[in-house]
């Protein structure tokens, strides 16, 4: 008992005499006032709380951004199961203005105000999803047209084929959603939509049939025309495009492949009735 009657008479002590390195609890909760009143710490707060607001704002873009990826990806599967017919194209068509008026809609409340280049790398996935999806629909669409014309003979121009940056922009325009295109982008996202035509053409590619060696024929003209486009764009080698370039090569090669697949097969199918 003496030992501890002795340390804190001591303590009281060296805290009477101000030795102690805090000093006492009063004096320690003044310095912390004066402190939190200095305009040093009034403006690193004012930083902090700046911080914070950029950050719960590119958080809020994000998670927009992610739930147009997915009503992407759902839109571009949809199309992929949708029939190749007019009642087919209207549902697809259906579910597009649906996530133009939810899911894009949403992007473009989160992006209203705010600085569009500050924040475009964390909305450009999603909007690039959403360009693949509706440039993959334009194709389906005028696809569609083009086997029900019954016309053998591939086109020469794919522009109708095609979607431009001008019908994209019209496009939101009659949605009722203003959000700023970014000509990367819009390129991005066309060159995403090769990918799609290369499954659909090795899906085809999986019947033996004239109708289907036709359409595949024309897939694989049409996806060869973008592919010349893209090379003779003036600075292909750069970032991402440089990128999407090569897998948009690899896709041209995977529908040739299947298409030379496809005819070998009609041939031994020919050969194989003929000697029965």
């Known amino acids: 008992g003496g030992v501890g009657d002795r340390r804190a008479r001591d303590k009281g002590e060296r805290e009477e005499k101000g030795d102690d390195k805090l000093g006492p609890p009063r004096k320690r909760r003044k310095m912390a006032e004066e402190e939190e009143v200095t305009p040093l710490v009034l403006a690193f707060q004012q930083y902090a709380k700046s911080l914070t ?9 994000i998670k927009a951004s992610r739930d147009l990826t997915n009503a992407g990806k759902k ?11 007019a009642e087919g194209m209207e549902e697809a068509r259906k579910a597009m203005v649906s996530m133009q008026q939810k899911e894009l809609r949403r992007l473009a409340e989160a992006l209203k105000g705010k600085p ?66 970014d000509y990367m982008d819009y390129l991005l996202g066309l060159a995403d939509t090769t990918g799609e035509c290369m499954r659909l053409c090795i899906g085809l590619s999986a019947k033996v049939n004239s109708v289907d060696v036709h359409a595949c024929q024309f897939i694989c003209a049409f996806m060869r025309e973008l592919y010349r486009t893209f090379v003779a ?8 495009l440089r990128k999407k370039v090569a897998t948009l090569t690899n896709s041209v090669l995977k529908c040739e492949n299947a298409l030379c697949t496809m005819d070998l097969r009609i041939v031994e199918q020919a050969q194989i009735e003929t000697n029965s």
């Open 116 to 181: 569009y280049y500050e924040f475009h790398r964390s909305f450009s996935p999603g909007f690039q999803e959403y360009i693949e999806g509706v440039a993959f629909y334009k194709f389906k669409k005028s696809f569609v047209e083009y086997t029900e014309r019954e016309d053998e003979k591939i086109p020469d121009d794919f522009a109708p084929f095609i979607l431009t940056y001008e019908e994209l922009c019209d496009l939101q325009e009659q949605a009722g959603v203003q959000i700023k295109v």
């Open 75 to 85: 839109f571009v599967f949809l199309l992929h199961r949708t029939p190749n017919s």
């Open 233 to 240: 764009l003036p600075s292909p080698s750069k970032g991402e």
């Open 53 to 61: 607001a950029l950050h719960e704002q590119r958080e809020r873009l």
